[in-house]
T-cell receptor, first 118, second 114 residues
Framework: GAVVSQHPSRVICKSGTSVKIECRSL??????MFWYRQFPKQSLMLMAT?????????EQGVEKDKFLINHASLTLSTLTVTSAHPEDSSFYIC??????????????FGPGTRLTVT | QKEVEQNSGPLSVPEGAIASLNCTYS??????FFWYRQYSGKSPELIMF????GDKEDGRFTAQLNKASQYVSLLIRDSQPSDSATYLC??????????????FGAGTRLAVHP
C-alpha cells in the first residue's frame, strides 16, 4: 500500500524559533498533499492544500506567513512553523493522494509530528 | 460552512456485540464519505469509504449511506477490544481531478470491554 512518512515524529522547540516538518510519499507520486492540525481531544482540521509546483491553498483562519508550505517535488512537501509559540503546540499530520491510481480518492496519512513549543 | 457531526461518546459495547457509529453532514453536495479509525497518539487509518446510497460491507465493517437524510453510519460486528479507538467520519465532494478536501467530524470514542 501507499506509504507516507513524516519527519520528525516529535519535536520540542523554544518559543520564537522555527520548525520544519517534512512529508514524503515513499512509493507513489503525490501532486497534492494536505496538512492537518489536531489539538488534544479534537478532530483533524485542514490547514492547507499543497500543490506541487504552485502555491499552497490555505484554509480560512490559517496564517500563510506563519505556516509556510513548500511542495518542491512530487514526493516531498514541507511545513515550516515560523516563530512558533506555545499555542502552536499540536499534532501535525500530512496526507497525500496517489493520483496515479484511477478512481482512487483515498488520502494516505503520515504518522504525524508532535510539536511542543516551550 | 460545511459541517460533519458525530456523537463524541464514549460508546461502550461488550466484546462480540455490534457497535453502531453515526454521522450527519450539512452539505447536500457531498459525494464521498469515509470512516477512519484513530488510536491515541496515532494518525488516522482508513476503514471504509462509500459513495452510493445503501450498504457497503467489508469484513466485520458495514458502512451505510443515506443521502436524502444526509446520514452515514458504520457498523462493527463482533466488536473486539482492539477496536477500541476514536472513529472519525469524513466527508468530501467532487470525484475527479484537482483535490478532494476532507472535512472531519470530531470523532466518536468507542470502548469495547471484555
Amino acid at each position: 500500500g501507499a506509504v507516507v512518512s513524516q519527519h520528525p515524529s516529535r519535536v520540542i522547540c523554544k518559543s520564537g524559533t522555527s520548525v520544519k516538518i517534512e512529508c514524503r510519499s515513499l512509493d507513489f507520486q503525490a501532486t497534492t498533499m494536505f496538512w492537518y492540525r489536531q489539538f488534544p481531544k479534537q478532530s483533524l482540521m485542514l490547514m492547507a492544500t499543497s500543490n506541487e509546483g504552485s502555491k499552497a491553498t490555505y484554509e480560512q483562519g490559517v496564517e500563510k506567513d506563519k505556516f509556510l508550505i513548500n511542495h518542491a517535488s512530487l514526493t516531498l512537501s514541507t511545513l515550516t512553523v515560523t516563530s512558533a509559540h506555545p499555542e502552536d503546540s499540536s499534532f501535525y499530520i500530512c496526507s497525500a493522494r496517489d493520483l496515479g491510481l484511477a478512481g482512487n480518492y483515498e488520502q494516505y496519512f503520515g504518522p504525524g509530528t508532535r510539536l511542543t513549543v516551550t | 460552512q460545511k459541517e460533519v457531526e458525530q456523537n463524541s461518546g464514549p460508546l461502550s459495547v461488550p466484546e462480540g456485540a455490534i457497535a453502531s457509529l453515526n454521522c450527519t453532514y450539512s452539505d447536500r453536495g457531498s459525494q464521498s464519505f469515509f470512516w477512519y479509525r484513530q488510536y491515541s497518539g496515532k494518525s488516522p487509518e482508513l476503514i471504509m469509504f462509500i459513495y452510493s446510497n445503501g450498504d457497503k460491507e467489508d469484513g466485520r465493517f458495514t458502512a451505510q449511506l443515506n443521502k436524502a437524510s444526509q446520514y452515514v453510519s458504520l457498523l462493527i460486528r463482533d466488536s473486539q477490544p482492539s477496536d477500541s479507538a476514536t472513529y472519525l467520519c469524513a466527508v468530501s465532494w467532487g470525484f475527479s481531478g484537482g483535490y478532494n478536501k476532507l472535512i472531519f467530524g470530531a470523532g466518536t470514542r468507542l470502548a469495547v470491554h471484555p
